[in-house]
């Protein structure tokens, strides 16, 4: 907010109604400069948003998966299961677990069924880039994890 009004009340008044800074005349350019970077700084956390590993790339924020710079078209949920196990490297998940990760409040009516059925959709949307990947392992009688090519 840039504004004539000086008063501490009226500088209240702008921060609590929802401006992230408050500036008042007559101001420096390279002060306000300095203020927008700031703001940047605090609400730009885009690349830490960004995961790339084994030629996938996942945007969190805006649930998108590339794997060689093409889209992988994962429903919202597969989304987060893939997301999951990326970001737990070799770490073994059984159905139970991806449940409690994904489902959180809703884990009640989802059957360990559901889980197989988005692995194998997952797996298979990303045949369809690249036929010879296939990331997520089963491990028998426990769970699931993501595996680097070998």
């Known amino acids: 907010?840039?504004?004539?009004?000086?008063?501490?009340?009226d500088r209240l008044i702008g921060l609590e109604t929802g401006a992230d800074d408050y500036i008042v005349k007559p101001f420096s350019p390279k002060e306000v400069i300095a203020r927008i970077k700031a703001v940047l700084r605090r609400?730009?956390?885009?690349?830490?948003?960004?995961i790339n590993y084994a030629g996938f790339q996942l945007y969190a924020d805006g649930y998108v998966a590339l794997l060689e710079q093409q889209k992988i078209d994962f429903t919202a949920v597969e989304f987060k299961i893939?997301?999951?196990?990326i970001t737990h490297l070799g770490r073994v998940f059984t159905r139970e677990d991806i449940i409690q990760h994904i489902y959180?409040?809703?884990?009640?009516?989802?059957?360990?069924?559901?889980?197989?059925?988005?692995?194998?959709?997952?797996?298979?949307?990303v045949a369809?880039?690249?036929?010879d990947s296939n990331p997520i392992r089963a491990i028998?009688?426990?769970?699931?994890?993501?595996?680097?090519e070998q």
């Open 43 to 50: 609400t730009n956390h885009t690349s830490l948003d960004t």
């Open 128 to 131: 369809a880039i690249k036929s």
């Open 1 to 9: 907010m840039v504004t004539a009004k000086q008063q501490e009340q």
């Open 104 to 125: 959180k409040d809703d884990a009640l009516e989802v059957s360990d069924r559901n889980i197989d059925t988005h692995i194998k959709n997952i797996r298979k949307k």
């Open 82 to 85: 893939f997301l999951l196990f």
């Open 140 to 148: 028998y009688g426990v769970g699931y994890k993501f595996a680097q």
